[in-house]
């Protein structure tokens, strides 16, 4: 199993699109390496022939009638946006670092 | 003149129908007392005193209108009709606030009602407000709320337990008889035993997720706290279900029998008899606390006195739930959260780019431990780590599902185990060390990633705090889980334990107690 140095740990970051401090980064470090050495335990199994479980009921192909259904208002889809402009919600520039 | 919070729901239900009490004098009690005492256990995050009163007429009126129409359409009610509930905050309420313990919720109000708060509207329930928890649910002492902690009611200077410490707390400390929780490893079950009450964990897809904060999809289950199994059982009745909105709800039919577990002890007890009970050797865990081994011990031998055979089995793979766990869960979550962008509700930190954005937005809006689990997750799932973590783990979760399914094979009706390895921990105490506090839930987790039903029962004190006892059961078999539960119960009602109250209600009632945070903030400084 794996090490993860300082730049792993800020590479991750950079992958969950968290900020992190440099106090945080260097706490997590130290914790992260201290859980992923519990991992380690996971090796002595031989799992080769075994299948993964991803959900434990075994339910298939849930399907319902693809009927149209009331759904929110303009109005209330945008309530909680941080930022609006009628029925818009405002986000920073996506592509590049100017003003679009 | 009794005091109406000291009630069961069950006893309430019975006032409500003979028209002795009304919803509101209810309502009204358990509002004052927790108003009351919520400076010093910080158990709540939202009381919501006219929307809980509103609704309590409305529940007045809907039992007079039966009354008036006959003993049929009073029987036809749901013994939770004009019930005071409490919900963990990551329960939608339209309009309500929704925190899931995150600053990154602040502010946010809940477009639309959950399934299951829909379905305690149809029932008649009261909302009294919500209750306080980890973030996201991340946690097993409720000490990660950026809202600060909860206090276990049997000790001011320790805690619920969690995630679901505050409604765990809530109903320890009389505030409503019943309320939700939800339980990805343990956090309904483990706080339960911390503060002394009933808690079940469901059978995964049991219960429907729509418009429940999302952690860990394949493992979270919503499910009741109460002070008697009745109560529990009467409550899941009410939510439990299949639910188009959530694809993972299962078309299994809720058996009405939940609504009618005996009241008489004799009758309660007699269920015991002939029932084969295992007793699985892995969960008496290193670090376990003696008393909490003796007490669960005791408990099993006098399951064993009232005629329940048990015999002692085998999971072997136990010692791989956690690091199983702390992969699959985590996993998860990191893209379960990743929808906290600051972009479509929630605060939006940063000023520049919206890569700037997210990284502002999601470095200040999460706390500790969801950053680490985010970022454990993250690396679990990243290109040249999936196999060797991820789906390493899914394959070691088919090992340990496999472990329960042999015992169901070889005929035990269910398992009989400690809840936690310990007492409710002082604050602090495991904070500075995530893997300590994991192992909190070494004897729950299983469960979930075998997505079987759970439930902890309270089994005496230790040094005058609760121990859990908990039973897991097959999938889908929560009334059995229920009828062993209200055995133990009935064999143990002449205990000495039974009937005491938390040994700090009286301090919770002090004006001049310090709050939650205040402790805990005095705890880690020295």
Redesign the interface.
């Known amino acids: ?2 090490t ?1 140095s300082r730049d792993d ?1 800020a590479h ?2 950079h ?7 440099d106090e ?1 980064l260097a706490r ?1 470090e130290g ?2 390496n ?2 992923l050495d ?2 380690a ?2 090796a002595q ?1 031989d ?1 080769d022939a ?8 075994e ?1 298939e192909n ?1 399907l ?1 009638d693809d009927v149209v259904q009331p759904s ?1 208002t303009p109005d ?2 945008l ?5 609006r402009d009628g029925d818009f ?1 405002v ?4 592509i ?2 100017s003003e679009p | 003149m009794i005091d109406l919070t000291r009630l069961h729901a069950h006893e309430m239900a019975r006032l409500l129908r003979h028209g002795d009490v009304t919803a509101r004098e209810l309502t009204e009690a358990h509002l004052a007392l927790a108003e009351r005492q919520n400076r010093a256990l910080n158990a709540w995050l939202t009381i919501d005193r006219d929307r809980a009163l509103a609704e309590a007429d409305a529940a007045d009126a809907r039992l007079a209108a039966a009354r008036a129409e006959g003993a049929r359409a009073v029987d036809a009610l749901h013994p939770i009709l004009g019930i005071p509930i409490a919900l963990k905050d990551l329960v939608s309420v339209a309009g309500g606030k929704a925190t899931a313990g995150s600053r990154i919720l602040d ?3 809940a ?2 009602d959950a399934h299951i708060t829909e379905r305690l509207r149809d029932a008649g329930a009261v909302i009294l407000g919500k209750t306080n928890m980890d973030e996201f649910a991340m946690g097993s002492s409720t000490e990660h709320s950026a809202y600060g902690p909860t206090a276990n009611p049997w000790a001011l200077d320790r805690v619920p337990g969690g995630s679901s410490g505050g409604s765990a707390a809530a109903v320890a400390a009389f505030h409503a008889p019943v309320s939700i929780g939800t339980d990805t490893g343990g956090s309904i079950r483990q706080p339960a035993a911390l503060c002394g009450i009933v808690g079940l964990k469901p ?3 049991r219960v429907s997720r729509y418009g429940i904060v999302a952690f860990a999809s ?1 493992l979270d289950q919503i499910g009741p706290f109460a002070r008697n199994a009745r109560d529990a059982a009467a409550l899941l009745h009410a939510v439990a279900g299949r639910d ?1 909105r959530d ?2 709800s ?1 078309p299994v039919s809720v058996p009405d029998e939940l609504l009618s577990l005996p009241a008489a002890d004799d009758e309660a007890a007699g269920w015991l008899r002939g029932k084969r009970l295992g007793l699985p050797r892995e969960y008496f865990v290193a670090g376990m606390e003696p008393q909490v081994e003796h007490r669960v011990r005791a408990a099993v031998a006098a399951l064993e006195a009232a005629g329940a055979r048990v015999d002692e089995v085998s999971l072997p ?1 136990t ?2 739930g ?3 766990y ?2 699959v869960a985590p996993a998860e979550a ?1 893209a379960n959260l ?1 929808r906290y ?8 930190l ?1 000023n ?9 937005t ?3 809006g ?1 706390g ?1 431990e969801v ?2 689990r ?3 997750g ?2 679990a799932l ?1 290109a040249g ?1 999936y196999d ?2 991820y ?9 340990i ?1 496999q472990d329960f399914d042999r015992l169901w094979l070889e005929g035990f009706d269910a398992l009989v185990a400690p809840t936690s390895p310990t007492v409710a921990f002082p604050f602090g105490a495991k904070m500075a060390d ?2 300590s506090m994991y192992l909190s839930d070494a004897c729950t987790l299983p469960v979930n990633m ?3 039903p759970g439930i902890s029962v309270p089994c005496g004190l230790a040094d005058g705090l609760p121990v859990g006892l908990q039973f897991i059961g097959a ?1 889908w078999s929560e009334l059995e889980l229920f009828h062993l539960s209200r055995a133990y119960e009935a064999i143990t009602a002449g205990a000495d334990w039974r009937g005491l109250e938390p040994a700090d209600l009286a301090r919770a009632d002090d004006p001049g107690t310090p709050t939650p945070a205040e402790r805990a903030g005095v705890l880690s400084a020295s």
């Open positions: 199993m794996a993860l740990v991750v970051a992958l969950a699109r968290l900020g992190l401090t945080e997590l914790q992260l201290h859980i519990q991992y335990i996971l199994l799992t075994i299948p993964p479980t991803a959900q434990t009921i339910l849930i319902r929110f209330e889809a309530a909680n946006a941080p930022e919600i986000v920073p520039p996506i590049g670092d | 502010g946010y109000r477009p639309y059978t995964y897809g394949s188009e694809s993972t299962a793979h010692d791989y956690l690091a199983t702390y992969i990191s990743a962008d600051g972009i479509r509700y929630g605060p939006r940063g520049g780019t919206v890569l700037e954005n997210y990284l502002a999601r470095g200040r999460f500790p950053k680490r985010i970022m454990l993250t690396y990243s780590y060797a973590y789906l390493k783990a899914q394959k070691v979760r088919t090992l599902k995530p893997v075998a997505g079987l999938a």
